[in-house]
Protein backbone atom coordinates (compact mmCIF):
# COMPACT_ATOMS: atom_id res chain seq x y z
CA UNK A 1 0.00 0.00 0.00
CA UNK A 2 1.24 3.41 -0.78
CA UNK A 3 2.45 5.91 1.84
CA UNK A 4 0.15 8.36 2.41
CA UNK A 5 2.19 10.43 4.80
CA UNK A 6 2.03 9.17 8.28
CA UNK A 7 -2.13 9.58 8.48
CA UNK A 8 -3.49 7.40 10.99
CA UNK A 9 -5.90 4.98 9.32
CA UNK A 10 -7.97 2.85 10.49
CA UNK A 11 -9.65 -0.59 8.06
CA UNK A 12 -13.02 -1.49 8.73
CA UNK A 13 -14.51 -4.23 6.50
CA UNK A 14 -12.60 -3.31 3.31
CA UNK A 15 -12.93 0.57 3.65
CA UNK A 16 -10.24 3.31 5.02
CA UNK A 17 -11.43 5.43 7.85
CA UNK A 18 -8.87 8.72 7.59
CA UNK A 19 -8.34 10.72 10.49
CA UNK A 20 -5.31 12.53 9.38
CA UNK A 21 -2.52 12.69 6.75
CA UNK A 22 -1.48 14.45 4.27
CA UNK A 23 -3.96 13.35 1.40
CA UNK A 24 -7.72 12.58 1.80
CA UNK A 25 -10.26 11.43 -0.94
CA UNK A 26 -12.61 14.06 -1.68
CA UNK A 27 -16.21 13.27 -2.94
CA UNK A 28 -18.48 15.87 -5.26
CA UNK A 29 -20.79 15.44 -8.13
CA UNK A 30 -20.83 11.70 -8.66
CA UNK A 31 -16.61 11.50 -8.23
CA UNK A 32 -14.18 10.92 -5.57
CA UNK A 33 -10.56 12.05 -6.24
CA UNK A 34 -7.28 12.37 -3.68
CA UNK A 35 -6.21 15.81 -2.34
CA UNK A 36 -3.88 17.04 0.17
CA UNK A 37 -4.91 18.63 3.91
CA UNK A 38 -2.43 20.70 5.03
CA UNK A 39 -3.02 20.30 8.85
CA UNK A 40 -3.88 16.71 10.68
CA UNK A 41 -7.34 16.25 10.58
CA UNK A 42 -9.59 14.87 13.46
CA UNK A 43 -13.04 13.58 13.35
CA UNK A 44 -14.21 17.05 15.93
CA UNK A 45 -12.84 19.41 13.18
CA UNK A 46 -14.79 18.16 10.10
CA UNK A 47 -18.61 18.31 10.32
CA UNK A 48 -19.90 15.03 9.24
CA UNK A 49 -22.67 13.96 7.27
CA UNK A 50 -24.14 10.71 6.82
CA UNK A 51 -25.69 9.22 3.09
CA UNK A 52 -28.45 8.08 1.90
CA UNK A 53 -27.29 4.56 3.20
CA UNK A 54 -26.65 5.56 6.91
CA UNK A 55 -22.55 5.51 6.35
CA UNK A 56 -20.06 8.51 7.38
CA UNK A 57 -18.94 10.82 4.92
CA UNK A 58 -15.67 9.33 6.09
CA UNK A 59 -15.81 5.97 4.86
CA UNK A 60 -14.02 5.66 1.17
CA UNK A 61 -13.20 2.41 -0.36
CA UNK A 62 -9.97 0.85 0.30
CA UNK A 63 -9.28 0.07 -3.00
CA UNK A 64 -8.79 4.27 -3.68
CA UNK A 65 -5.89 4.01 -1.64
CA UNK A 66 -4.69 1.19 -2.85
CA UNK A 67 -4.71 1.97 -6.56
CA UNK A 68 -4.24 5.20 -6.57
CA UNK A 69 -0.11 6.72 -8.17
CA UNK A 70 1.58 9.07 -5.79
CA UNK A 71 4.35 10.72 -8.15
CA UNK A 72 3.04 14.23 -9.08
CA UNK A 73 3.52 17.64 -6.87
CA UNK A 74 0.78 19.60 -5.67
CA UNK A 75 1.40 23.13 -6.49
CA UNK A 76 2.60 25.41 -3.49
CA UNK A 77 0.76 26.99 -0.85
CA UNK A 78 1.66 30.79 -1.47
CA UNK A 79 2.44 31.74 1.77
CA UNK A 80 6.20 31.63 1.90
CA UNK A 81 6.87 31.02 -2.52
CA UNK A 82 7.56 27.37 -1.67
CA UNK A 83 6.46 24.59 -3.40
CA UNK A 84 5.17 21.80 -1.38
CA UNK A 85 6.15 18.40 -2.06
CA UNK A 86 2.77 16.37 -1.54
CA UNK A 87 1.42 13.17 -3.58
CA UNK A 88 -1.84 13.18 -5.76
CA UNK A 89 -3.30 11.18 -8.07
CA UNK A 90 -2.68 11.16 -12.01
CA UNK A 91 -5.73 12.21 -14.00
CA UNK A 92 -5.75 8.48 -15.11
CA UNK A 93 -7.58 7.42 -11.86
CA UNK A 94 -10.78 8.47 -12.77
CA UNK A 95 -10.53 7.99 -16.20
CA UNK A 96 -9.55 4.13 -15.43
CA UNK A 97 -12.24 3.55 -13.44
CA UNK A 98 -10.21 2.99 -10.08
CA UNK A 99 -12.42 5.49 -8.25
CA UNK A 100 -16.18 5.30 -9.21
CA UNK A 101 -18.57 7.55 -9.32
CA UNK A 102 -21.44 5.24 -8.34
CA UNK A 103 -19.37 4.29 -4.84
CA UNK A 104 -18.55 8.37 -4.35
CA UNK A 105 -20.19 10.45 -1.75
CA UNK A 106 -21.09 14.00 -1.35
CA UNK A 107 -18.85 17.08 -1.94
CA UNK A 108 -18.09 17.54 1.83
CA UNK A 109 -14.85 17.16 1.67
CA UNK A 110 -13.51 19.35 -1.46
CA UNK A 111 -15.69 21.69 -0.25
CA UNK A 112 -14.48 21.52 3.12
CA UNK A 113 -10.55 21.35 2.28
CA UNK A 114 -11.28 24.78 -0.05
CA UNK A 115 -12.92 26.11 2.86
CA UNK A 116 -10.05 25.86 4.97
CA UNK A 117 -7.16 26.25 2.22
CA UNK A 118 -8.48 28.13 -0.68
CA UNK A 119 -8.48 31.83 -1.78
CA UNK A 120 -11.71 33.48 -0.42
CA UNK A 121 -13.71 36.02 -2.50
CA UNK A 122 -15.02 39.19 -1.29
CA UNK A 123 -16.87 42.31 -2.83
CA UNK A 124 -19.59 42.42 -4.84
CA UNK A 125 -19.87 42.36 -8.60
CA UNK A 126 -21.31 46.65 -8.10
CA UNK A 127 -18.14 47.54 -5.56
CA UNK A 128 -15.83 44.83 -7.45
CA UNK A 129 -14.34 41.72 -6.11
CA UNK A 130 -11.28 40.82 -3.74
CA UNK A 131 -9.49 37.72 -2.98
CA UNK A 132 -7.86 36.62 0.36
CA UNK A 133 -5.19 33.78 1.37
CA UNK A 134 -6.25 32.01 4.51
CA UNK A 135 -3.61 34.13 6.43
CA UNK A 136 -5.61 36.99 5.88
CA UNK A 137 -3.21 38.60 3.32
CA UNK A 138 -4.79 40.08 -0.80
CA UNK A 139 -4.02 38.29 -3.34
CA UNK A 140 -1.73 40.53 -5.92
CA UNK A 141 -0.01 38.06 -7.75
CA UNK A 142 -0.85 39.50 -11.77
CA UNK A 143 -0.89 35.59 -12.72
CA UNK A 144 -3.09 34.26 -9.84
CA UNK A 145 -6.05 37.33 -10.29
CA UNK A 146 -5.57 36.18 -14.40
CA UNK A 147 -6.36 32.87 -13.71
CA UNK A 148 -9.52 33.54 -11.65
CA UNK A 149 -10.55 36.21 -13.91
CA UNK A 150 -10.29 32.77 -16.50
CA UNK A 151 -12.57 30.77 -14.43
CA UNK A 152 -15.62 33.21 -15.18
CA UNK A 153 -17.11 32.58 -11.78
CA UNK A 154 -20.66 34.03 -11.83
CA UNK A 155 -21.25 37.36 -9.71
CA UNK A 156 -23.79 36.05 -8.03
CA UNK A 157 -22.30 33.37 -6.21
CA UNK A 158 -21.69 33.71 -2.24
CA UNK A 159 -19.04 31.95 -0.23
CA UNK A 160 -16.79 31.48 -2.86
CA UNK A 161 -13.91 29.49 -2.36
CA UNK A 162 -10.70 29.33 -5.67
CA UNK A 163 -8.45 26.50 -5.17
CA UNK A 164 -4.68 28.42 -5.26
CA UNK A 165 -3.29 26.11 -7.78
CA UNK A 166 -4.12 25.68 -11.53
CA UNK A 167 -3.88 21.76 -11.10
CA UNK A 168 -6.58 21.53 -8.58
CA UNK A 169 -9.58 18.77 -9.95
CA UNK A 170 -11.79 21.12 -8.01
CA UNK A 171 -11.28 25.02 -8.87
CA UNK A 172 -13.71 27.09 -7.10
CA UNK A 173 -17.09 26.44 -5.16
CA UNK A 174 -19.79 28.45 -4.28
CA UNK A 175 -23.53 28.52 -3.51
CA UNK A 176 -25.94 30.33 -5.86
CA UNK A 177 -28.79 32.41 -5.70
CA UNK A 178 -31.09 29.28 -4.84
CA UNK A 179 -28.99 28.48 -2.10
CA UNK A 180 -27.44 25.43 -4.17
CA UNK A 181 -23.57 24.41 -3.61
CA UNK A 182 -22.28 24.67 -7.27
CA UNK A 183 -18.69 23.63 -8.49
CA UNK A 184 -16.68 24.38 -10.92
CA UNK A 185 -14.01 21.87 -12.30
CA UNK A 186 -10.90 21.87 -13.96
CA UNK A 187 -11.55 21.06 -17.40
CA UNK A 188 -9.29 17.81 -17.90
CA UNK A 189 -10.73 16.39 -14.75
CA UNK A 190 -13.97 17.10 -16.70
CA UNK A 191 -12.88 15.20 -20.03
CA UNK A 192 -11.32 12.67 -17.90
CA UNK A 193 -14.63 12.46 -16.24
CA UNK A 194 -16.80 12.26 -19.11
CA UNK A 195 -14.78 9.93 -20.55
CA UNK A 196 -15.04 7.52 -17.55
CA UNK A 197 -18.72 7.49 -18.48
CA UNK A 198 -19.06 7.24 -21.55
CA UNK A 199 -17.25 3.62 -21.07
CA UNK A 200 -19.48 2.87 -18.46
CA UNK A 201 -22.36 3.28 -20.40
CA UNK A 202 -21.08 0.75 -23.05
CA UNK A 203 -19.71 -1.88 -20.45
CA UNK A 204 -23.16 -1.65 -18.97
CA UNK A 205 -25.10 -2.22 -22.29
CA UNK A 206 -22.68 -5.57 -22.73
CA UNK A 207 -23.89 -6.65 -19.45
CA UNK A 208 -27.49 -6.04 -19.94
CA UNK A 209 -28.37 -9.25 -21.65
CA UNK A 210 -27.27 -11.10 -18.69
CA UNK A 211 -29.23 -9.28 -16.19
CA UNK A 212 -32.18 -9.61 -18.00
CA UNK A 213 -31.47 -13.33 -18.09
CA UNK A 214 -31.15 -13.86 -14.98
CA UNK A 215 -34.45 -11.31 -14.22
CA UNK A 216 -36.61 -13.55 -16.32
CA UNK A 217 -35.34 -16.35 -14.79
CA UNK A 218 -36.17 -14.99 -10.94
CA UNK A 219 -39.50 -13.90 -11.88
CA UNK A 220 -40.44 -17.36 -12.84
CA UNK A 221 -38.66 -18.75 -9.66
CA UNK A 222 -41.70 -18.97 -6.90
CA UNK A 223 -44.56 -18.66 -9.75
CA UNK A 224 -46.23 -21.63 -9.17
CA UNK A 225 -45.75 -21.65 -5.60
CA UNK A 226 -48.69 -22.72 -3.65
CA UNK A 227 -47.83 -20.90 -0.57
CA UNK A 228 -48.21 -16.62 -0.77
CA UNK A 229 -44.95 -16.32 0.85
CA UNK A 230 -43.11 -18.75 -1.22
CA UNK A 231 -43.88 -16.41 -4.09
CA UNK A 232 -42.25 -13.39 -2.82
CA UNK A 233 -38.93 -14.63 -1.89
CA UNK A 234 -36.29 -11.84 -1.98
CA UNK A 235 -35.19 -12.69 -5.57
CA UNK A 236 -38.39 -12.15 -7.20
CA UNK A 237 -39.05 -9.39 -5.31
CA UNK A 238 -36.10 -7.73 -6.41
CA UNK A 239 -36.58 -9.40 -10.01
CA UNK A 240 -39.86 -7.48 -10.26
CA UNK A 241 -38.35 -4.35 -9.32
CA UNK A 242 -35.15 -4.47 -11.53
CA UNK A 243 -37.97 -4.84 -14.57
CA UNK A 244 -39.49 -2.00 -13.50
CA UNK A 245 -36.45 -0.14 -13.34
CA UNK A 246 -35.70 -1.34 -16.50
CA UNK A 247 -38.62 -0.79 -18.39
CA UNK A 248 -40.29 2.24 -16.90
CA UNK A 249 -37.01 4.65 -16.18
CA UNK A 250 -37.94 4.44 -12.22
CA UNK A 251 -35.48 6.14 -9.75
CA UNK A 252 -34.74 3.73 -6.97
CA UNK A 253 -35.49 6.29 -4.22
CA UNK A 254 -34.13 6.26 -0.28
CA UNK A 255 -35.68 6.71 2.67
CA UNK A 256 -34.15 10.25 3.78
CA UNK A 257 -35.78 11.60 0.83
CA UNK A 258 -39.21 9.71 1.82
CA UNK A 259 -39.23 10.50 5.61
CA UNK A 260 -37.92 14.20 5.09
CA UNK A 261 -39.24 16.02 1.68
CA UNK A 262 -42.44 12.87 1.15
CA UNK A 263 -40.78 12.17 -2.39
CA UNK A 264 -40.85 8.77 -3.47
CA UNK A 265 -38.33 6.06 -5.82
CA UNK A 266 -39.25 2.47 -6.18
CA UNK A 267 -37.97 1.18 -3.34
CA UNK A 268 -39.99 3.42 -0.88
CA UNK A 269 -43.41 3.93 -2.98
CA UNK A 270 -46.64 2.66 -1.19
CA UNK A 271 -49.42 0.54 -2.07
CA UNK A 272 -51.65 3.85 -2.63
CA UNK A 273 -49.28 5.00 -5.23
CA UNK A 274 -50.14 1.75 -7.26
CA UNK A 275 -52.66 0.49 -9.34
CA UNK A 276 -53.07 -3.00 -11.26
CA UNK A 277 -55.29 -3.39 -14.23
CA UNK A 278 -54.88 -6.91 -15.28
CA UNK A 279 -51.07 -6.89 -17.12
CA UNK A 280 -50.51 -3.45 -16.69
CA UNK A 281 -49.47 -1.87 -13.38
CA UNK A 282 -49.98 2.30 -12.94
CA UNK A 283 -47.91 4.35 -10.68
CA UNK A 284 -48.86 7.97 -9.79
CA UNK A 285 -46.21 9.40 -7.08
CA UNK A 286 -44.64 12.96 -5.78
CA UNK A 287 -40.69 11.64 -7.48
CA UNK A 288 -37.43 13.92 -6.36
CA UNK A 289 -37.98 17.68 -6.63
CA UNK A 290 -41.26 16.85 -5.98
CA UNK A 291 -42.42 16.72 -9.18
CA UNK A 292 -45.57 14.55 -10.06
CA UNK A 293 -44.76 10.93 -11.96
CA UNK A 294 -47.12 9.32 -13.83
CA UNK A 295 -46.09 5.80 -15.28
CA UNK A 296 -47.78 2.57 -16.38
CA UNK A 297 -45.93 -0.61 -17.33
CA UNK A 298 -47.53 -3.52 -19.17
CA UNK A 299 -45.98 -7.06 -17.52
CA UNK A 300 -47.94 -9.67 -16.53
CA UNK A 301 -45.51 -11.33 -14.06
CA UNK A 302 -44.19 -7.78 -12.50
CA UNK A 303 -48.49 -7.51 -11.99
CA UNK A 304 -49.23 -10.48 -10.68
CA UNK A 305 -46.42 -9.98 -7.86
CA UNK A 306 -47.60 -6.25 -6.98
CA UNK A 307 -51.13 -7.82 -6.30
CA UNK A 308 -49.88 -10.01 -4.10
CA UNK A 309 -47.61 -7.32 -2.46
CA UNK A 310 -50.64 -4.58 -2.11
CA UNK A 311 -52.39 -7.55 0.15
CA UNK A 312 -49.11 -7.33 2.76
CA UNK A 313 -49.49 -5.44 5.41
CA UNK A 314 -47.20 -1.96 5.87
CA UNK A 315 -47.54 1.50 3.68
CA UNK A 316 -44.63 0.79 1.80
CA UNK A 317 -45.34 -1.75 -1.38
CA UNK A 318 -41.84 -3.67 -1.66
CA UNK A 319 -40.80 -5.98 0.65
CA UNK A 320 -39.58 -10.04 0.70
CA UNK A 321 -40.13 -12.94 2.44
CA UNK A 322 -36.57 -14.05 4.06
CA UNK A 323 -36.18 -16.80 7.13
CA UNK A 324 -39.49 -16.66 8.11
CA UNK A 325 -39.36 -12.89 8.72
CA UNK A 326 -40.93 -9.90 6.27
CA UNK A 327 -38.05 -7.52 4.94
CA UNK A 328 -39.04 -4.02 3.46
CA UNK A 329 -36.62 -3.29 0.28
CA UNK A 330 -33.70 -1.13 0.85
CA UNK A 331 -32.18 0.78 -2.41
CA UNK A 332 -28.83 -1.02 -1.38
CA UNK A 333 -30.84 -4.66 -1.62
CA UNK A 334 -31.44 -3.51 -5.24
CA UNK A 335 -27.70 -2.40 -5.66
CA UNK A 336 -26.90 -5.71 -4.53
CA UNK A 337 -28.98 -7.98 -6.64
CA UNK A 338 -27.93 -6.00 -9.82
CA UNK A 339 -24.46 -6.71 -8.64
CA UNK A 340 -24.75 -10.17 -7.73
CA UNK A 341 -25.28 -10.67 -11.27
CA UNK A 342 -22.98 -8.52 -13.76
CA UNK A 343 -20.21 -7.42 -11.06
CA UNK A 344 -18.37 -4.51 -11.03
CA UNK A 345 -19.87 -1.41 -9.14
CA UNK A 346 -23.26 -0.53 -11.52
CA UNK A 347 -26.52 0.28 -9.58
CA UNK A 348 -30.06 1.18 -10.69
CA UNK A 349 -28.64 4.80 -11.74
CA UNK A 350 -26.98 2.89 -14.37
CA UNK A 351 -30.28 2.23 -16.06
CA UNK A 352 -31.63 5.84 -16.29
CA UNK A 353 -28.16 6.80 -17.94
CA UNK A 354 -28.59 3.64 -20.44
CA UNK A 355 -32.42 4.84 -20.88
CA UNK A 356 -31.40 8.59 -21.44
CA UNK A 357 -28.76 7.59 -23.90
CA UNK A 358 -30.98 4.96 -26.00
CA UNK A 359 -33.79 7.59 -25.84
CA UNK A 360 -32.03 10.35 -26.89
CA UNK A 361 -30.16 8.59 -29.52
CA UNK A 362 -34.15 7.47 -30.97
CA UNK A 363 -34.87 11.11 -31.01
CA UNK A 364 -31.85 12.45 -33.08
CA UNK A 365 -31.98 9.56 -35.60
CA UNK A 366 -35.92 10.50 -36.25
CA UNK A 367 -34.62 13.82 -37.20
CA UNK A 368 -33.13 14.79 -40.21
CA UNK A 369 -28.81 15.85 -39.74
CA UNK A 370 -29.05 19.47 -39.42
CA UNK A 371 -26.75 21.14 -42.12
CA UNK A 372 -25.23 23.94 -39.51
CA UNK A 373 -23.69 23.30 -36.19
CA UNK A 374 -26.99 26.21 -35.39
CA UNK A 375 -29.61 23.67 -36.32
CA UNK A 376 -27.93 20.62 -35.04
CA UNK A 377 -28.25 22.18 -31.78
CA UNK A 378 -31.55 23.29 -31.91
CA UNK A 379 -32.68 19.43 -32.55
CA UNK A 380 -30.47 18.55 -30.10
CA UNK A 381 -32.16 20.90 -27.21
CA UNK A 382 -35.62 19.49 -28.88
CA UNK A 383 -34.37 15.56 -28.74
CA UNK A 384 -33.23 16.38 -25.03
CA UNK A 385 -36.25 17.45 -23.62
CA UNK A 386 -38.31 14.69 -25.20
CA UNK A 387 -36.11 12.41 -23.38
CA UNK A 388 -36.73 14.22 -20.11
CA UNK A 389 -40.38 13.93 -19.97
CA UNK A 390 -39.89 10.39 -20.79
CA UNK A 391 -37.34 10.07 -17.62
CA UNK A 392 -39.34 12.54 -15.40
CA UNK A 393 -36.62 15.47 -14.65
CA UNK A 394 -35.83 18.39 -16.61
CA UNK A 395 -33.79 18.98 -19.50
CA UNK A 396 -30.40 20.23 -17.57
CA UNK A 397 -30.74 17.75 -15.42
CA UNK A 398 -31.44 15.23 -17.93
CA UNK A 399 -28.08 16.12 -20.12
CA UNK A 400 -25.28 16.39 -17.47
CA UNK A 401 -26.83 13.39 -15.59
CA UNK A 402 -28.30 10.60 -18.14
CA UNK A 403 -27.11 10.96 -21.79
CA UNK A 404 -23.70 9.76 -22.38
CA UNK A 405 -21.73 12.73 -23.88
CA UNK A 406 -19.90 11.30 -26.24
CA UNK A 407 -23.43 10.98 -27.63
CA UNK A 408 -24.14 14.58 -27.69
CA UNK A 409 -20.55 15.22 -28.96
CA UNK A 410 -20.94 12.95 -32.24
CA UNK A 411 -24.24 14.39 -32.80
CA UNK A 412 -22.81 18.20 -33.02
CA UNK A 413 -19.85 17.51 -34.74
CA UNK A 414 -22.16 16.78 -37.93
CA UNK A 415 -22.08 12.33 -37.94
CA UNK A 416 -24.80 11.31 -39.44
CA UNK A 417 -26.98 8.66 -37.32
CA UNK A 418 -27.97 6.90 -40.39
CA UNK A 419 -27.25 3.24 -38.22
CA UNK A 420 -30.20 4.07 -35.62
CA UNK A 421 -32.28 5.59 -38.19
CA UNK A 422 -32.81 2.58 -40.06
CA UNK A 423 -33.97 0.65 -36.47
CA UNK A 424 -38.00 0.05 -35.90
CA UNK A 425 -40.11 2.41 -33.73
CA UNK A 426 -41.50 -0.35 -31.60
CA UNK A 427 -40.62 -0.66 -27.61
CA UNK A 428 -36.69 0.60 -27.47
CA UNK A 429 -36.05 -1.62 -24.30
CA UNK A 430 -35.77 -5.21 -24.71
CA UNK A 431 -37.12 -8.18 -21.69
CA UNK A 432 -34.58 -10.66 -23.05
CA UNK A 433 -31.20 -9.68 -24.59
CA UNK A 434 -31.03 -6.32 -25.94
CA UNK A 435 -33.54 -4.59 -28.67
CA UNK A 436 -32.80 -3.56 -32.47
CA UNK A 437 -32.29 -0.05 -31.07
CA UNK A 438 -29.91 -1.06 -27.95
CA UNK A 439 -27.64 -3.06 -30.53
CA UNK A 440 -27.83 -0.07 -32.74
CA UNK A 441 -26.53 2.26 -29.83
CA UNK A 442 -24.03 -0.17 -28.77
CA UNK A 443 -22.89 -0.30 -32.07
CA UNK A 444 -22.39 2.85 -32.72
CA UNK A 445 -20.87 3.79 -29.21
CA UNK A 446 -18.35 1.07 -29.82
CA UNK A 447 -17.59 2.75 -33.53
CA UNK A 448 -16.66 6.16 -31.74
CA UNK A 449 -14.04 4.25 -29.58
CA UNK A 450 -12.25 3.18 -32.75
CA UNK A 451 -12.35 6.65 -34.49
CA UNK A 452 -10.80 7.68 -31.21
CA UNK A 453 -8.46 5.43 -31.42
CA UNK A 454 -7.31 5.57 -34.95
CA UNK A 455 -7.55 9.49 -35.06
CA UNK A 456 -4.17 10.00 -33.04
CA UNK A 457 -2.41 7.61 -35.51
CA UNK A 458 -4.42 9.31 -38.74
CA UNK A 459 -2.99 12.20 -37.64
CA UNK A 460 0.68 11.14 -37.17
Not at 31 to 36: A, H, M, S, Y
Not at 130 to 136: A, D, E, F, I, T
Not at 188 to 208: C, H, I, M, P, T
Not at 321 to 347: A, L, M, P, W
Request: charged letters at 35%.
Amino acid sequence: MHDLGGGDEERIAGRVRVIGGDVEVAHAEGEETLVPIKHRVREREEPRERDDDGQDEENVLLRARQTAPFSQIWPGDGRHGRQRRLARPSWDVVANGMISAENSRKGVRRRWYLDLHGIRREGTKESGFSYRLPNGSIVSDDKVLARIRKLRIPPAWRDVRIARGDAAPLQAVGVDKKGRTQYLYHSRFRAQREEAKFKRVVEFGESLPALRRRVRADLNRGKHASRRDDALQRERVLASMVRLIDQGFFRIGNDKSAKSESTFGLSTIRGSHVKVDRDVVLFEYVGKWRKKQKRAVRDHDVATIIEQLKKKRGAELFKFQQNGKVCDVKDRHVNEYIQSIIGRDFTAKDFRTWAGTLLCSIALALQEQGASKAERKRRLRKAITATAEQLGNTPAVCRSSYICPRLIDEYTSGRPFEMLRKTRRGNPVSRTGLSIEEKALLKFLRETIADRRRAPRAAA
